[in-house]
């Protein structure tokens, strides 16, 4: 298998599927975080390779898909540890994004979205914790979901934040994104239920930036045809509050799960990376109960929002990608404003699916959609009528 884009860590691994399924004769690619049988994860980072061992089993969401008749081929880069949302890795380079050549992929799963954005392979396996899927996926132009939380298995993923990590896929088609959805999502008895009422989050919208909205509005009309369509902010506090929130929980997460390793190993990581460390190092539990609270807050206020019938509609990014080789101030303040739009699924633990459904100066960006706990095959089956209504693409 040729690896015209640098999205592999190891292009040549193979796993055969273990039986037949609705995924017989499809093929897919996983981030590079997830424990595979006799092979060690580099998790973006030499250092973590040199001092971890292989795995002894293969992660359950593997296992799954093999079952389900899939072929797995190849694991993708990611960024260092998962702690990121550009795809630039200081130690093996960054994955070129197919669709908008000369600007970065997004990450942290940078190789499985440019896997995908490519067609090497039918779907990818990656990571979203802060935006890690979905902002990719926007960057390079494809169809990618965060479930629920706590809906997929995370049993062998190297994780980064445990009460936000998710597994997500990501695919050019939203025929292959519900595919997959239905082999790793739980039974939804409510699946088949259309949702009925769209609502265009303001205080998101207000995010993006002039022209990407401009384009993205072009699409509202279409929703108009499958549903009710109204605007209503979503955030009372500002949904700055919101990302800090997310920012300091997910950070003193990462510090609670990795910073042993970080303080005995030393390792080497890359500007920005090294940054976000050093600070999730100087954040206590005690200090920030408050965040802990306003966190639940969100969930049960957007789970109330929602109900059964109601569906976000935000940016998934405020922009398209950004160009390679960036200072690391721009880099930052492009990451300071994705994350407000980005925390919104992630701090309330809810399913998104994002679609390329516009390009901005010929790079793509997305529109994303946002149900209830629970809600995903919904969500996967709305993706595909939206698509096939004219909303997204092929």
């Not at 369509?229 to 700055?240: D, F, N, R, T, Y």
């Not at 929002?305 to 690391?328: Q, W």
Request: glycine residues 10%; hydrophobic residues 40%.
């Amino acid at each position: 298998m040729k690896d015209l884009y640098n999205a592999y860590v190891s292009k040549n691994i193979v796993l055969e599927p273990t039986a037949s399924g609705i995924l017989t004769n499809l093929t897919f690619s996983v981030k590079d975080v997830f424990s595979i049988k006799g092979y060690t994860n580099t998790a973006g980072n030499p250092d973590w390779f040199r001092t971890h061992k292989a795995a002894n089993q293969t992660a359950t969401v593997i296992e799954t898909l093999l079952q389900a008749g899939a072929t797995m081929k190849g694991t993708t880069h990611t960024d260092e540890l998962m702690y990121s949302l550009n795809g630039e890795n200081f130690h093996y380079g960054t994955p070129d994004n197919p669709k908008a050549p000369g600007h970065i992929p997004g990450g942290s799963s940078s190789g499985s979205a440019v896997a995908a954005s490519a067609g090497v392979v039918d779907f990818t396996i990656g990571t979203d914790t802060g935006g890690s899927v979905r902002i990719p996926s926007s960057y390079c132009g494809i169809y990618g979901i965060r479930p629920t939380h706590g809906a997929v298995s995370v049993t062998g993923l190297i994780p980064l934040a445990e009460s936000f990590d998710t597994v997500g896929w990501m695919a050019e088609d939203s025929e292959m994104l519900l595919k997959v959805g239905k082999v790793l999502l739980p039974d939804q008895s409510s699946e088949d239920e259309p949702f009925s009422n769209f609502i265009l989050a303001e205080d998101a919208w207000a995010l993006a930036e002039e022209e990407t909205r401009r384009e993205l509005e072009g699409f509202i009309g279409v929703l108009k045809q499958v549903g009710n369509v109204k605007k209503a902010p979503i955030s009372a506090e500002g949904l700055s509050v919101w990302a800090d929130t997310f920012r300091i929980i997910q950070a003193i997460e990462i510090w609670e799960e990795h910073g042993n390793w970080v303080e005995s190993v030393k390792p080497t990581f890359g500007p920005g990376i090294s940054d976000r460390f050093v600070w999730a190092s100087t954040l206590e539990k005690s200090e920030h109960s408050h965040q802990f609270e306003i966190k639940e807050e969100v969930r049960k206020k957007l789970s109330l929002f929602l109900g059964t019938e109601g569906v976000l509609v935000i940016p998934t990014a405020p922009a398209p990608a950004p160009l390679k080789g960036l200072s690391d101030k721009e880099l930052e303040e492009r990451r300071t404003k994705t994350m407000q739009l980005s925390c919104i699924a992630g701090i309330a633990g809810l399913p998104q699916v994002t679609l390329p459904v516009a390009n901005v100066d010929g790079k793509p960006v997305g529109l994303s959609l946002i149900a209830n706990h629970n809600q995903d095959l919904r969500l996967l089956k709305l993706a595909k009528r939206l698509q096939f209504e004219g909303v997204g693409r092929s």
